[in-house]
């Protein structure tokens, strides 16, 4: 069973531009997550699909970013304009469907650089 | 609002020598709590979770981890660590009542075994 896949693995932008990641769940898994770590930093919640809804955008740090999630299998993240802050790994998670998650299937993350 | 302390950024140790990484949270409601580790150039692995019941869960690699509602802590023990348990282990909470897929983490504990 392959296991949740993010694209690329490193990516590197300067100031301005736009950047889109990419993630592929583990098939039929209905939860998606997307979280983040800024060097130096704990990782953080951006948001969270249940299918192609989102459940809690609560975490998403402001209008420059966008998650969609086509169709409730793979999900994108853009970033647009990206600025300095926005430097980190961003992993995307999926669990199966369902409340309760007692587990969360982490892809490797993508190392995002803004120059 | 909940939020997760991991006294040690860093813990070093000699092969099979015990370990133990420490790990506090704060939360207002009950919590579910949960260790994560990330090999190099890998994702996160669920390695032990707490959810109810019996305060000390224990993983298939030796490592356990004992709830302590009264002093709000979760460490990560192990009696005898291998070369292979080198890598970053991050404590995670979520609070009772909300997704569970919506983690608190701390901000990680590199682990490094030496021969």
């Known amino acids: 069973e392959a296991g949740v896949t993010q694209f690329p693995s490193h990516s590197v932008i300067e100031k301005g531009q736009t950047v889109t990641l990419r993630c592929d769940p583990i098939?039929?898994?209905?939860?998606l997550y997307w979280y983040r770590r800024v060097m130096g930093k704990e990782i953080k919640f951006l948001l969270h699909f249940v299918k192609e809804s989102k459940q809690d955008e609560s975490g998403m740090p402001n209008n420059r970013f966008l998650a969609e999630r086509t169709g409730g299998t793979y999900s994108t993240l853009k970033v647009q304009p990206a600025e300095l802050e926005d430097s980190g790994v961003y992993f995307c998670?999926?669990?199966?469907?369902?409340?309760?998650?007692?587990?969360?299937?982490f892809g490797s993350g993508t190392q995002l650089s803004v120059l | 609002a909940q939020s997760v302390t991991q006294l040690d950024s860093q813990v070093p140790v000699f092969e099979e020598a015990p370990v133990e990484l420490r790990c506090n949270y704060s939360?207002?409601?009950?919590?579910?709590l949960f260790w994560y580790v990330q090999y190099p150039n890998q994702g996160l692995q669920l390695l032990l979770k707490?959810?109810?019941?019996?305060?000390l869960v224990k993983s298939i690699n030796g490592f356990e981890a004992e709830f302590n509602k009264s002093q709000t802590s979760f460490h990560l023990r192990k009696p005898s660590v291998h070369i292979s348990d080198t890598a970053e282990y991050f404590c995670?909470?979520?609070?009772?009542?909300?997704?569970?897929?919506?983690?608190?983490f701390g901000q990680g504990t590199i682990l490094t075994v030496h021969p």
């Open positions: 995670a909470v979520n609070a009772g009542g909300t997704s569970y897929g919506k983690l608190t």
């Open positions: 998670a999926s669990s199966p469907g369902g409340w309760l998650v007692e587990k969360l299937f």
């Open positions: 098939s039929g898994h209905d939860n």
């Open positions: 939360s207002s409601v009950s919590v579910y």
């Open positions: 707490y959810l109810s019941g019996s305060t």
